[in-house]
């Protein structure tokens, strides 16, 4: 069965980094995301990634400090999280869009893991 199910997430100082991985099995042809959620708050779109793999987008508030990456062969996407920000504390979801292209809304999302949660310590 085809499911989303997302690790590495933890607590790190301001200014460090965390690697999130998510097992993405079934999900190789699929454009895919990273999405986060704080308390209180709706969706925020993160990344974005190609099923290839060569086509990525951000969001503003990750621009230069995160990168998205996929390997196909291993069924895993990742999150590359630099330069953490106590305001990117949240639980980070990896989803799947049968979509072709950008999809930044959550809404467009079919497939979701069930988070896992990152705390920047200030």
């Known amino acids: 069965q085809d499911q989303l199910v997302e690790s590495g997430g933890g607590s790190a100082q301001a200014g460090g980094s965390l690697r999130l991985s998510c097992a993405a099995s079934?999900?190789?042809?699929?454009?895919m995301a990273w999405f986060r959620q704080a308390p209180g708050k709706e969706h925020e779109g993160v990344a974005i990634i190609s099923p290839s793999g060569v086509a990525t987008e951000y969001f503003d508030a990750v621009t230069g400090r995160f990168t998205v990456s996929r390997n196909n062969t291993a069924n895993t996407l990742y999150l590359q999280m630099n330069k953490l920000k106590p305001e990117d504390t949240a639980m980070y979801f990896c989803?799947?869009?049968?979509?072709?292209?950008?999809?930044?809304?959550?809404?467009?999302?079919?497939?979701w893991g069930q988070g896992t949660q990152v705390t920047v310590l200030s």
């Open positions: 079934g999900f190789s042809k699929n454009w």
């Open positions: 989803a799947a869009t049968p979509k072709v292209g950008f999809a930044r809304l959550a809404r467009e999302y079919n497939s």
